[in-house]
């Protein structure tokens, strides 16, 4: 039998600010949510892997044993950091022990408390720790100002405008109002975009996704758990996976204007499920700044090289298009903490494959792709997913 | 700001001194006991051409606490004389001065204090030549 690895249990938190809730009690609430979602027993689960930036970090470093306490669980555990990519770096980790054969039904906790921190001050530290510490952040750089680089470095050779820019999180906006989960329900015109207050020039303060806080759980099975359940409602087959990394800084590298990374990762993923870009028909990707979606739809495959910023003003990755980028609201609107992001983007595909997405569902389609990016592009992970029947 | 680091880190700081290969002639900065080509171990130091050309600049207005109150102020990126690429700060200008493709220079500075009486980090900025 063809070893397979299955999604069979999801559940997020809402993202937001959780100023009454420890890290632990958010990545409790995910996992035991998921495990419900799962419809098995707790004890089913054999092995837990965490994705998490900076939850631990400061004050306790064993997220994971905090939060299977609190669940009364007694299994291994094991804290995987990726940077910003935390969350689908542990989503990796857990399908390579299933695939290994040492496990069978495991799972993959993302989380982050970010609104203790306060912004302008610890968080650009935080996020200095993702760029190159020593030779960006201290030289004076912030992850925002890096962005602006890439951002200008685009507009430079494509012409790419402020208003295609901001056509990104616009849109985004638009499709956090549907979804229940997100931070921001609500729409930011694109006037109010381009009057912001530059953080780095050209990015404007309400460019970047926001961080707070959240979590997202989701429980991977073998094929021989799925052999035995007939039952199971949600069996949505991993099917296409991509990890690859480049430079940590941006002046070690040869182009600005797409990330190598990325372009490595989808290629893997893609050759993995043996399908191209023109098969995927919703993706989530990581899009921290405007640039970053742009830069993502264009070096995943979906747009030609320079073709992102006029696509996404034109309405090609809004939802009902061949390709409707971030239905769930993205990065943007649906708030960034960390190590959860990566795994709340792989739980909207799940929800679009089962048509769980209510107002923000993808008509008719087989394969779904998240992009998860850390720093700017340092790591990237594509994760593939398809319908059950495609996907075997 | 942790002493040892400072301390370990003061000749490219404080020098800009980086490595060149023995073996490939590749340059590499920062510092490596290994070339970051090759990976020979038969290194020496190198110090960094001090002029060079403004690739990418913004202008930053909301940092961390131990650079807010150099803000606003210019970061970029500098391809320098001898083809090496570095992050620096833009000094000694004001935003209308600054442009891609201008000549800079390297110049020595205060990057950040931690509070009134701890330590200083300094280290090379970027003035126009």
Same mark, same amino acid.
């Given at each position: 039998m063809k070893q397979n690895v299955y999604i069979t249990g999801f559940s997020s938190t809402k993202f937001g600010e959780h100023y009454d809730k420890a890290a632990s009690s958010l990545a409790t609430k995910a996992l035991?949510?998921?495990?419900? /979602?799962?419809?098995?027993?707790?004890?089913?689960?054999?092995?837990?892997?965490?994705?998490?930036?900076?939850?631990?970090?400061?004050?306790?470093?064993?997220?994971?044993?905090?939060? &299977?306490?609190?669940?009364?669980?007694? *299994? =291994? &555990?094991?804290r995987i950091e990726a940077g910003n990519a935390s969350g689908a770096a542990a989503f990796q980790q857990a399908y390579s022990g299933i695939l290994s054969g040492l496990y069978d039904c495991v799972a993959v906790v993302g989380v982050e408390k970010l609104s203790d921190y306060v912004i302008g001050g610890t968080i650009e530290k935080i996020l200095g720790a993702t760029i190159d510490y020593h030779w960006e952040f201290e030289m004076g750089a912030t992850l925002a100002s890096l962005y602006a680089i890439l951002t200008k470095a685009h507009m430079k050779e494509f012409k790419t405008t402020l208003e295609q820019l901001a056509a990104v999180p616009v849109k985004n906006h638009k499709n956090g109002v549907k979804n229940p989960l997100a931070q921001f329900r609500r729409e930011i015109s694109l006037d109010r975009f381009l009057k912001a207050k530059r953080i780095a020039d050209p990015i404007g303060r309400f460019d970047p996704a926001t961080y707070c806080d959240g979590a997202s759980s989701i429980i991977l099975s073998s094929s021989k758990i799925i052999a035995e359940n007939p039952d199971i409602k949600t069996k949505i087959p991993i099917v296409g996976l991509g990890h690859a990394s480049d430079t940590l800084s941006l002046h070690h590298r040869d182009t600005l204007t797409s990330l190598q990374a990325t372009k490595k990762a989808a290629n893997q993923a893609f050759k993995m499920a043996n399908i191209n870009a023109k098969d995927i028909n919703v993706a989530e990707v990581h899009?921290?700044? =405007?640039?970053?979606? &742009?830069?993502? *739809?264009? /070096?995943?495959g979906f747009f030609p090289k320079g073709e992102g910023g006029k696509a996404t003003e034109d309405g090609l990755t809004s939802p009902g298009s061949e390709i409707s980028i971030n239905p769930s609201g993205g990065l943007k609107a649906r708030g960034d903490p960390f190590g959860a992001t990566g795994i709340a983007q792989i739980v909207e595909i799940v929800k679009q494959m089962k048509g769980e997405a209510g107002e923000r569902q993808t008509a008719d389609f087989n394969y779904g792709l998240t992009q998860n990016v850390s720093g700017t592009g340092a790591m990237t992970y594509v994760t593939i997913l398809a319908r059950e029947e495609v996907g075997k | 700001m942790e002493p040892p680091k400072i301390w370990r880190e003061k000749r490219e700081r404080y020098l800009a001194v980086g490595i060149k290969c023995l073996d490939c002639e590749n340059k590499s900065f920062p510092k490596s006991e290994f070339c970051t080509k090759c990976s020979s171990n038969n290194v020496k130091e190198?110090?960094?051409?001090? +002029?060079?050309?403004?690739?990418?600049? +913004? #202008?930053? +207005? #909301? +940092?961390? #606490?131990?650079m807010i109150e150099y803000a606003?102020?210019?970061?970029?990126?500098?391809?320098?004389?001898?083809?090496?690429?570095?992050?620096? #700060?833009?000094?000694?200008?004001?935003?209308?001065?600054?442009?891609?493709?201008m000549s800079v220079r390297m110049v020595f500075r205060i990057l950040a204090r931690d509070g009134n009486e701890g330590l200083i980090r300094y280290g090379f900025k970027f003035a126009p030549s």
């Open positions: 035991l949510g998921s495990i419900n /979602d799962a419809e098995i027993k707790k004890e089913s689960v054999q092995a837990a892997f965490f994705g998490s930036l900076v939850s631990g970090s400061n004050s306790q470093t064993s997220i994971g044993s905090t939060c &299977i306490r609190e669940c009364a669980l007694q *299994i =291994p &555990i094991t899009d921290s700044y =405007p640039i970053g979606e &742009i830069l993502a *739809i264009e /070096d995943i | 190198y110090k960094l051409a001090d +002029t060079g050309k403004l690739l990418y600049f +913004t #202008q930053i +207005t #909301q +940092t961390a #606490q131990e606003p102020y210019i970061v970029g990126i500098v391809e320098l004389d001898d083809t090496l690429k570095v992050t620096g #700060q833009i000094v000694d200008c004001n935003l209308d001065e600054v442009k891609e493709g």
